[in-house]
């Protein structure tokens, strides 16, 4: 499952500090999705893009922005506003199209605030 | 939106025994439901899934059946082995246009298989 990266592995924001995980792909994937993960909770859709420059917001949304300037890059900014940015963060990607609905995830980032 | 139910939370079974996780889902519209396997420190792996369009699909040791009427589908694992150990996510989307899905995942099954 090489093929995207997301760093760095942990993160830790101090009060008031926004912080931007990384997620890079060379799969040539049009689509690109953030999750966030807590225990006991699955997976929840922060945000998702399915083409360059242009991006939706997911089930959860608020304290999150996402840009999408390359093909390759869709990095997350966890900013002030989230109130619990504790958590596991997960990127995926998938190539667009019927019966190409497969995610390829990232390793995740661990995100804890000081 | 869609809402998707998992249970058992967690499952313990001996080596050998099948084990099985059930998912209900609430959106008529969702026609696409796959499984991902996450093993402890690793990433989501998809494992098997499924269309609206069949009832049943095997590979190997691993099925999936849907029932659309009920809405709800099963992850069947038979002869299990301990590297089945994992945490298995069930998810279910409808077609979103522009061969996207944004799935709505389920809140895990903590299996566990005992030697």
């Known amino acids: 499952d090489g093929g995207i990266t997301q760093s760095p592995k942990y993160l830790f924001r101090k009060e008031g500090q926004n912080v931007t995980l990384s997620c890079e792909q060379n799969?040539?994937?049009?689509?690109m999705y953030w999750y966030r993960q807590d225990p006991g909770q699955g997976l929840r859709l922060i945000y998702y893009?399915?083409?360059?420059?242009?991006?939706q917001k997911g089930d959860i949304a608020e304290g999150y922005s996402v840009s999408r300037e390359k093909k390759e890059s869709f990095p997350l900014t966890v900013t002030s506003a989230q109130k619990n940015p504790t958590a596991f963060y997960l990127c995926?990607?998938?190539?667009?199209?019927?019966?190409?609905?497969?995610?390829?995830f990232g390793s995740g980032t661990q995100l804890s605030v000081l | 939106g869609e809402n998707v139910e998992q249970h058992p939370s967690t499952l313990s079974v001996q080596e050998g025994d099948s084990a099985v996780i059930k998912c209900t889902y609430s959106?008529?519209?969702?026609?696409?439901f796959p499984w991902y396997k996450q093993e402890l420190g690793k990433r989501p792996q998809l494992i098997i899934d499924?269309?609206?369009?069949?009832g049943e699909k095997k590979d190997q040791r691993i099925a999936v059946t849907l029932n659309k009427t009920a809405k709800h589908f099963s992850l069947h694992i038979t002869e299990t082995q301990p590297e089945d150990s994992a945490v298995y996510f069930c998810?279910?989307?409808?077609?979103?246009?522009?061969?996207?899905?944004?799935?709505?995942f389920g809140k895990g099954t903590k299996l566990s298989v005992i030697p």
């Open positions: 499924i269309r609206s369009n069949v």
């Open positions: 995926a990607s998938s190539p667009q199209g019927n019966g190409n609905e497969k995610l390829f």
């Open positions: 799969l040539n994937h049009d689509a």
């Open positions: 959106d008529s519209a969702s026609n696409y």
């Open positions: 893009s399915q083409i360059v420059n242009d991006f």
């Open positions: 998810a279910a989307s409808p077609y979103s246009g522009a061969g996207s899905y944004q799935l709505t």
